[in-house]
Nanobody, 127 residues
């Protein structure tokens, strides 16, 4: 059974930083893509960043330069480093993975293709 568990969320002031982590278990035949999503109240879930097996990353255009996605431990841990946080970054952040049989080139910056999500971790940025 595939399980994704996020951690590292919290409350920070604008300009601050947070590092989110996602521990992935039971995901034996991994797809080549992993991702972070976020959702704030009244808005649809949106892709934040994706990373492929080789470490190639893609970002929501407005976040590039402030957010960094990375992976470790044979891709069983996914990270999202967030710097210079803004109040608009407040949301629940989710890590996500496709069914193991799905392969993408490049990794999609959208919910299509992502089948597994964690329970999320709350990030609140105050002004």
């Amino acid at each position: 059974q595939v399980r994704l568990v996020e951690s590292g969320g919290g409350s920070v002031q604008a300009g601050g930083s947070l590092r989110l982590a996602c521990t992935i278990t039971g995901y034996k035949d991994k797809s080549n893509c992993l991702a972070w999503f976020r959702q704030s109240p009244g808005n649809e879930r949106e892709a934040v960043a994706t990373i492929d097996r080789d470490g190639n990353a893609r970002y929501k255009s407005s976040l590039e330069g402030r957010f960094t996605i990375s992976q470790a431990n044979a891709r069983n841990t996914l990270y999202l480093e967030m710097n210079n946080l803004k109040p608009d970054d407040s949301a629940v952040y989710y890590c996500a993975a496709p069914l193991g049989s799905r392969m993408f080139e490049p990794c999609p910056l959208g919910s299509f293709g992502f089948d597994y999500y964690g329970q999320g971790t709350q990030v609140t940025v105050s002004s």
